[in-house]
């Protein structure tokens, strides 16, 4: 599996970004059909249909910055780049600032 992560800062306090990373969410969810729900202060997400189907990942909210990691299926590899680049200009969008970062492996 293929992994894409993202981080920015944490600059709000954790009620707006909670409200932020819902509506990074429902962003993400109407571009990917994902599923998603709380757990503490991480988003869990899942694609169970559409071109995503088999992506599964979150959006954790802790300290001092926002996290978001993508796992991707090996049959969707060549969709990284696009789900990279779309969760990265997501994340900017709405928490500014965004770092991609592709993890070795």
Known sequence: ?????????????????????????????ERFALDWEWEGDTLRFTASSGAAR???????????SVQVRLDVPLLL????????????ALLNDTFGQARTRVPAG
Request: charged letters at 30%; proline letters at 8%.
């Open 1 to 29: 599996m293929a992994h894409v992560e993202a981080e920015c800062p944490l600059t709000v306090p954790s009620p707006e970004a909670r409200r932020r990373a819902e509506e990074f969410a429902r962003r993400m969810a």
């Open 54 to 64: 088999g992506v599964r990942g979150h959006l954790a909210i802790g300290g001092d």
């Open 77 to 88: 590899r060549p969709l990284r780049g696009t789900l990279e680049a779309k969760a990265s």
